[in-house]
């Protein structure tokens, strides 16, 4: 079975763009979170999406959003760069209602200029 | 609240030796506790999760404890090899797994 996939797997953008991340979960995992990976600020929950709802938000500005799709892939877009974006962003999977058993991606290394 | 402190934040353990990893966390509305390994270059990968119900779960070499008055768990590694030399996460949820906290990580370096 085909474990998390994330793309891509390097950004680089200058502040002010914007970008979209992917996510494919493991086929027929239905719940996709969003993590931002820092040295600084660790491992920090950026949202959780269930059938194709937003169920949890993290303390994130509205900058950021995302959204899943009938498939359970999900984007995750994030407006107005800036240089304090740059950071590894994962994707977990889990298969339920329930995300206790996540399995993450490999992530999508995102740098801002 | 809503923290998972861990210590501690480095270690360096001889092969062969135990590597022991500790969490704290305050909310008593916690109750699944996993532990994440992290490579270089990987997404976390989850090692080993205990709930609140049980004091101790062992997986190979791997080992939680937990202490629940104390609101306190950890991880050992007996046996510790070069190959663990990693990153680990001890993370808290609650709600059904709704709400993942992690803690800020402990490098591990085994020495040969």
């Known amino acids: 079975k085909a474990g998390v996939t994330q793309t891509p797997r390097y950004l680089i953008k200058t502040r002010g763009q914007q970008v979209t991340l992917s996510c494919s979960p493991i086929?027929?995992?239905?719940?996709v979170s969003w993590y931002q990976q820092t040295p600084g600020q660790g491992l920090q929950f950026l949202f959780e999406?269930?059938?194709?709802?937003?169920?949890n938000k993290g303390n994130f500005p509205g900058r950021f959003s995302g959204r899943q799709f009938s498939n359970s892939r999900s984007e995750m877009n994030v407006s107005t760069l800036e240089l304090g974006d740059s950071a590894l962003y994962l994707c977990?999977?889990?298969?339920?209602?329930?995300?206790?058993?996540?399995?993450f991606g490999p992530g999508t290394r995102l740098t801002v200029l | 609240q809503q923290q998972v402190k861990q210590s501690p934040q480095s270690l360096i353990v001889q092969k062969g030796g135990i590597s022991i990893i500790n969490c704290a966390y305050e909310?008593?509305?916690?109750?699944?506790f996993p532990w994440y390994q992290q490579f270089p270059g990987k997404g976390p990968a989850l090692l080993i999760a205990?709930?609140?119900d049980v004091s101790e779960k062992k997986e190979g070499r791997f080992t939680i404890s937990f202490n629940k008055s104390a609101k306190q768990f950890s991880l050992h590694i007996m046996d510790s090899q070069p190959g663990d030399s990693a990153t680990y996460f001890c993370?808290?949820?609650w709600g059904y797994g709704q709400n993942f906290v992690f803690g800020p990580g402990t490098r591990l370096s085994v020495l040969p």
């Open positions: 999406y269930f059938s194709e709802t937003q169920r």
């Open positions: 909310n008593t509305a916690f109750d699944y």
């Open positions: 205990i709930r609140p």
């Open positions: 977990a999977s889990s298969k339920g209602q329930f995300k206790d058993t996540q399995y």
């Open positions: 086929s027929g995992h239905r719940s």
């Open positions: 993370a808290a949820s």
